[in-house]
């Protein structure tokens, strides 16, 4: 499975992107996440797309952030990112894994990252 994410960038604290992540592989859904891991910390979990189709969120993104993945493609995941703060700043991974298996939430295949730089 080939994970691919896409939308990083650099913006000014307030300003909103929206990430982009696509899993190519055999399977025809995926339970996917977002992760994230900003210089000397650990990765951390930001948003996820249970299978069924419930979110979860981190305390520090809560009413910030919104996940969601097209009902037609279910290969998909999208992170919108509002009012941007210069702690969001960090590489931000997308993690898939099969959905409807026992493998959903293991998260065994993960994209190479994309930068979000938020400055004040």
């Known amino acids: 499975v080939e994970v691919v994410e896409s939308g990083g960038g650099s913006v000014q604290a307030g300003r909103s992107l929206t990430l982009s992540c696509t899993a190519n592989?055999?399977?025809?859904?995926?339970?996917m996440a977002w992760y994230r891991q900003a210089p000397g910390k650990d990765r951390e979990e930001v948003a996820v797309?249970?299978?069924?189709?419930?979110?979860?969120y981190a305390d520090s993104v809560k009413g910030r952030f919104t996940i969601s993945q097209r009902y037609d493609a279910r290969n998909n995941l999208y992170l919108e990112m509002y009012q941007l703060k210069p702690e969001d700043s960090a590489v931000y991974y997308c993690?898939?894994?099969?959905?409807?298996?026992?493998?959903?939430?293991?998260?065994?295949?993960w994209g190479q990252g994309t930068q979000v730089a938020v400055s004040s």
């Open positions: 993690a898939a894994d099969a959905r409807d298996t026992a493998y959903c939430g293991a998260y065994r295949f």
């Open positions: 592989g055999p399977y025809s859904a995926y339970c």
């Open positions: 797309l249970r299978s069924d189709r419930s979110t979860h």
